[in-house]
Structure formats: structure tokens, C-alpha cells
């Protein structure tokens, strides 16, 4: 009996999603009443991938805000959580400007953990000039968060990765901690900043 390619590749498709699901679970689970904390899966993986690449420098004073870091992590586990419950993979990168690699470095560190790093270059960094200045031209600002999705293929002696499109932007601490708060929505509308009541004398 011949077997239906289409009822395999069907099952494989789903098998891949939950695998997907899983592999994306176990980036924003917090331990007991813990805070979630992003945990890159560091696996090579096909199918549709997200990748949120965030840009910044310890030269940046809006970087250094109170609980910035901890806004950040939370827009990565949000994010993390909503490409796999659309069960697609997730990356996220991360690219310190700073001239000197190991300022940068310095830096980046205290955003949490990420499954790639860039370091120093200035605004000639290599994915600034990919993801700010040529493919994705927008205006400079720093901190940004760029959201771009990709299809990865692997074939038997190449790895076949589409072009990526933009899916979302953010720029500025504000922003980018509404997105967070907000689920790390890929498309849609933000909401508008909470209103918050004075009291009156």
C-alpha cells in the first residue's frame, strides 16, 4: 500500500508546530512566582521564524532608564510567547553600537540573554546597516527594536533562508514598553498609553 505524501507532510507540518510551541514555552517560563526570563532555544530549526533584533549603546542615556532591562526581557518572552502560539520559531538579537566590542558587550548583558549578539561598529555596525540604513531604511534612533519575519529551509547541503519582511518597529523606551506590556503584538495598532488620575486638592 502506497502511502499518502499529503497526510505525511500534513502530520509533519503539525509535528513541527507543536515542536515550535514547545521549544517557545520553555523560552518564557518563570521559575515559581519568578519573573520569566528569556531562554534562547539554540537549536537550528526550519519553517517560519520571527526575529526581534534590538538596538541600543551604553552611550544612550535613554538606555539607562530605571527598569529599562527589565521592560526589555518582558517584551522578549511576550514576543517569544506570541510567535509560538502562532507556532512559529523565535530569535532574538541583540546589537550594542559602542565603538569598543566589550563596552558593548558590558551592555548588552544587562538586558538578559540573547541567541545572537553584534557588537561595536557605531552606526556602520553590520545589522544597523542592514536593518536601519539599506534594507530596512528608517530613521536613526536608539533604543530600537526592529520585528522581522523569514522562512528558513534546510536542504541536504544548504540552508535556504527568505527575504525578510518588516512586521514591526518601536522606537524609543516608551514604545517599546507599551509593545511588552502590551503582548508584543507583530501587527495591529499599540494601545495608547494609560491615562493616570490626579488627585485633586
Known sequence: MKPNHRRISAAAG??????????GAAA???AGGSPARYAPAYQFGTGTEVVMVF?????CRANSEE????AMERAKVAAARRAAAEGKRFRAIAVAIDDDPGAGWKFVRKFGRFDEVSLGGN????DVVRYVWRDF???PGIPQVVVVER???????????SPEHEVRRLLGTEEIRRWGDAGAPFTGPLPRPA???TARS
Do not use: M
Open 123 to 126: 552606526w556602520i555596525n553590520h
Open 137 to 139: 531604511p528608517f530613521r
Open 195 to 197: 491615562r493616570t488620575r
Open 55 to 59: 538596538v541600543g549603546s551604553s552611550l
Open 67 to 70: 527598569g529599562f532591562p527589565a
Open 151 to 161: 522562512q528558513v529551509r534546510k536542504g541536504k547541503t544548504s540552508v535556504e533562508v
Open 14 to 23: 503539525v509535528l513541527l508546530a507543536l515542536a515550535s510551541a514547545v521549544l
Open 28 to 30: 518564557w517560563r518563570g
